[in-house]
Structure formats: C-alpha cells, structure tokens
C-alpha cells in the first residue's frame, strides 16, 4: 500500500511538459511573419507613392 503512494507523490512530483508551448510557437511565428509583410508592403507601397 505504502508502494501506491509512493508512486502518487514521484508522479507528482514530475516535472510537467507544457502542451501548448508547440502551438504557441507556431502562433508567434505566424504573427511575426504577418507583421513583417505588413510592415514590407506598407514600406514598398509608400515608397511606389513617393517616387511618383
């Protein structure tokens, strides 16, 4: 019996591997490269616009 809580508190104990660090990841990756094509078409546009 003192085995199963033994277990209990080792599994406890555990560190515990985040789920979401993959998806979070994955989500700034996206968002830094949507922001950087923003910012280089934004800078393409106004520099079309200023040499006429």
């Given at each position: ?43 393409v546009g106004f520099g079309m616009v200023l040499a006429g």
């Open positions: 019996m003192e085995a199963i809580f033994d277990d209990i508190a080792n599994a406890l104990r555990e560190p515990r591997q985040d789920v979401w660090c993959p998806v979070l990841a994955f989500a700034i990756d996206m968002a830094g490269k949507l922001f950087m094509g923003l910012a280089i078409g934004l800078g």
